[in-house]
């Protein structure tokens, strides 16, 4: 478990694309772990602030993890600060 979250968030600092498949496995797989839960949604929450990530990855990842937008806060593409 812990080396998953630890892939993760190499793949999310690292990657080009956004790894959804491993998102998704992962959030199924933390259901009832909830700091490892919570690690998880905070590592996705940081990457879609910090990179630009389509608005459909985006939707999709924070309808999985219950990640609450605040308007503007992770939608829009000004605000991002690495590329």
């Known amino acids: 478990m812990p ?3 630890i892939d993760l968030s190499v793949k999310l600092d690292y990657f080009s694309k956004f790894p ?4 998704e496995a992962l959030a199924t797989e933390l259901e009832h772990r ?13 990457h879609l602030y910090l ?3 389509d608005y459909k990855t985006k939707q999709r990842a924070c309808g999985l993890l219950n990640i609450k ?3 503007g806060a992770l939608f829009n593409p000004n605000v991002k600060v690495l590329e």
């Open 20 to 23: 959804m498949p491993e998102t």
């Open 3 to 5: 080396t998953k979250l």
């Open 51 to 53: 990179f630009p990530v």
């Open 34 to 46: 909830v700091f490892a839960r919570a690690l998880l949604r905070d590592l996705v929450w940081f």
């Open 69 to 71: 937008v605040m308007a």
